[in-house]
């Protein structure tokens, strides 16, 4: 017999973590399966060597894109998911993000929800993730009816003279919002030391605010709450009317153990939590489960995203350097009448970062002397939803990617416009950009659409699948469009949101 919860939530990443941390305070007996473990914490966590070229933290997984090539896709299965390498940029979505937006490449959709709905969730989503901030600085950002809950992450020397010169020019750089557990006032009580080992690094220290560090270890001091390790789901069974999960099918320590519950929370990310529910199929939903519109896997977006490097002759001593963010081309720019996208710095680059991208045997020596006088910068547009971007599975259940770039002219006009600030603010500099490829899934999301209408949605306005009585979705999956922004705050408040939905109207 299948052992029973009242509640059992998959994944336990930026969704995942953050509902179970809401509605652990419910008393309902709650499970949460994650299919990796607790990431150790070991001296490679601040290790560029291990984290960049061994890629130690990454799950050794192989997916296919459309063509059928092997890609190894940047993904991490712990306790906290991506978020326990993530950068900790927590921005809001713009309100006319949620509106309808012309871009070069097309149509980004109207959310059924506005800004105003996911706001006061905003709110919370920042306060739990302790983010620091400072409103009005950003010339895009929406209304809030609170501030900032800590002071903005203040610029070193090098990071400082770059926001005055953009400022001089007309600019308006703004403080980067970061959920880091930082406090400059008084630095010898703070966790955060501002190393250098934060943007795409695991925390040895437990000061960046991960889903593990502020949604899944506050949960489990509720004695109702229960986490499983190394619990991989394979499939979601219904009744025999496919009105409701019934059970939930793990795989743990080699062996296949079956659980049950009033309700189902899926947070495994965009890519995994479509895959489960194509998994999910049966003669009810033969498609695939809560799939009767045929868009679960669909419309997948990670944004374009590109990394860009401006070497100088001047040292950029910086050790914290993601701090600094931009969005002046957000919405156009003067020779633009159509969105660009967001600028922000990254953290600080080194040798071993550089060498991955680096010509074969290029001396140690001279990618050091390069990283040492680098101004890094991470550049992001929005991709559209496009039906033919997306995941399937083939006979053997292995998990095909298939995804083409769009706007991509918006792009090639933000990477050109910050070309264009480099040769004014970093002269004599040489300028490297990568454009993230598909492997880079770190800002996933919409396959498994939320709307108003059951015909070109899986899910409504509260995240519940349309076709499934007692399944919710909570990672990024829900997303209609990826805005041009980090997509991390805005699943943390919407899984706040969704916990709001479900202590009032379910539980």
Partial sequence: MAEHH??????????GGTIARALASTGKKILLLERGGWLPREKENSSSKAVFLEARYKAKEVWFDQHGKEIHPGIHYYVGGNTKVYGAALLRFRKEDFGELRHYGGVSPAWPIS???LEPYYCEAERLYAVHGERGADPTEPAATKPYPY?????????AELADALRALGHKPFHLPL??????????????????????????????????????????EHSNVTLLTGALVTKLETDAGGRR?????????????????????????AVNSAALLLKSRSDVHPNGLANASGV??????????????????????????????????????????????????LGKSDGYMLKGDAPPFTPRSVLDWMAEHAFDFWLTSEDLPDPENRVTLDAQGRIHLAYTPNNLEAHARLVGKLKELCAKLLPWGLKLSKRIPIEGTAHQCGTVRFGTDPKTSALDVHCKAHDVDNLYVVDGSFFVSSTAVNPGLTIMANALRVADHIRGKVL
Avoid: W
Avoid at 190 to 204: H, L
Avoid at 317 to 331: C, G, Q, R, S, W
């Fill in 6 to 15: 009242d509640i059992v939530i998959i994944g336990t990443g930026a969704g």
């Fill in 115 to 117: 800004y105003e709905d």
């Fill in 151 to 159: 002071p903005p992450v203040s610029h070193e020397g090098a990071v």
């Fill in 179 to 220: 959920g880091i557990q930082l406090d400059e006032s008084h630095p010898e009580n703070s966790r955060c030391m501002r190393c250098q080992t934060c943007d795409g690094f695991p925390c040895i220290v437990d000061a960046k605010s991960d889903a593990s560090v502020c949604g899944v270890r506050p949960a489990l």
């Fill in 245 to 269: 999960v019934t059970k939930v099918h793990v795989q743990r320590e080699g062996k296949v153990q079956t659980f049950s519950a009033d309700l189902v929370i899926v947070a495994c990310g």
């Fill in 296 to 345: 679960v896997g669909r419309h997948y977006m990670a944004h374009n995203n590109t990394a860009f490097v401006c070497v100088t002759s001047k040292k950029n001593p910086t050790v914290f350097e993601k701090t600094l963010a931009l969005n002046d081309f957000y919405f156009g720019a003067p020779d633009s009448d159509r969105p660009l996208g967001h600028i922000q710095m």
